[in-house]
């Protein structure tokens, strides 16, 4: 498909070039053979009237004869005309080199695009699959006892919540891309309200896993979308609380260096692998530990990054296996 699209520009491109080239070849040609064009009608005339001796003789000995001047006028067409066959041969190796310059990011779009779709494919096709061969395996049976098909229905429910929560990281993703178009959703936002919020709706499962989350000195003053920043700290938070064992500790503090708040979230979890870590921010990535131990997508952090960047800061880990991570995240101040 790209192929047939960087010949197909190619050739836009030499069309393009070669009509210039053209145009100026024959503006050139027609601007420098001229004079020469009215001084061969004058000889011509001369030559057709020569007993006719009102004229002054143009030809002096050394100029230059008519057939001198044809051949030159030649000439020159066929050095245009080479100049052009050179500029076609030059333009079509440089146009197909910029065509493949121009189609090198969309490429790279629709690939990532393609990779998406696949793995969400993959990662709808588990639970699914499960649901119907748990429902076939049930219709099987002759009888039902009231036992089992509650039992059915709860294991149904769970696999129906892990997609549910698919979807919703699936259509959170989508919603990132326009965040940052929408101005109107841009608001003064105190950072420790943003981040106190987070933590509401994750110290339920705090309190089940018996983790202390402490939040030092973090009142600054940030511009942005409420909600995909309660939300990227909720990702943040819940990552930390899923990959902790029980009574650890998380700490959140922040400072500011030139205009921009520096925000840490530690946790003496688990900890990332250095093999592991520069792919943590790739959508579906989970690491093999986590993937045997703890329920997700790997979808979190691609969100939590594309809210970050679309409020023009940046996100990065610090980690060591079995001692924790600390995930700091920069943002301007407003
Ligand atoms: P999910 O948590 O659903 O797997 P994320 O995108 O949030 O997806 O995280 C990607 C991977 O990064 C996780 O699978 C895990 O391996 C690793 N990870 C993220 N946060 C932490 C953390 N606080 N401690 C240890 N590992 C983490």
Do not use: C
């Amino acid at each position: 498909m790209f192929t047939k699209a960087r010949f197909k520009l190619t050739a836009w491109y030499v069309v393009i070039i070669l009509i210039i080239s053209t145009l100026f070849s024959i503006a050139f040609y027609n601007a420098s053979t001229r004079e020469i064009d009215r001084i061969i009608d004058r000889l011509e005339f001369e030559r057709q009237h020569s007993e006719f001796r009102l004229f002054r003789p143009l030809r002096s000995s050394n100029a230059p004869s008519i057939e001198e001047l044809l051949s030159y006028k030649e000439r020159m067409r066929m050095t245009l005309l080479f100049v052009n066959g050179l500029i076609f041969i030059f333009s079509a190796g440089a146009a197909y080199f910029l065509a493949g310059r121009t189609l090198r990011p969309i490429k790279i779009m629709v690939d990532e695009q393609n990779q998406f779709i696949s793995n969400a494919s993959h990662e709808l096709r588990t639970p699914i699959a499960t649901l119907r061969a748990e429902m076939e395996g049930k219709l099987l049976e002759k009888r039902i006892s009231d036992k089992a098909a509650r039992k059915l229905i709860t294991s149904n429910l769970e696999e129906l919540g892990r997609l549910q929560n698919l979807a919703n990281d699936l259509l959170k993703l989508a919603q990132t891309h326009t965040i940052n178009n929408d101005e109107n959703k841009q608001e003064m936002l105190s950072l420790l309200e943003v981040i106190k919020t987070a933590y509401n709706k994750v110290s339920p499962l705090a309190k089940q896993k018996k983790i202390k989350i402490t939040i030092k000195s973090v009142e600054n003053i940030i511009k942005g979308d409420k909600n995909s920043l309660i939300e990227l700290f909720v990702i943040l938070f819940d990552n930390a609380i899923k990959y902790s064992s029980e009574n650890s500790e998380i700490t959140v503090t922040s400072e500011i260096t030139e205009h921009k708040t520096k925000i840490a979230i530690a946790d003496q979890g688990i900890g990332i692998s250095k093999e592991d870590l520069p792919h943590i921010f790739e959508r579906f990535f989970r690491a093999d530990k986590s993937r045997s131990m703890i329920d997700g997508y790997g979808l979190g952090l691609s969100i939590a990054k594309k809210i970050v960047e679309a409020h023009r800061g940046s996100i990065d880990v610090d980690s060591k296996i079995s001692k924790g991570s600390t995930f700091k995240v920069i943002m301007p101040l407003a």
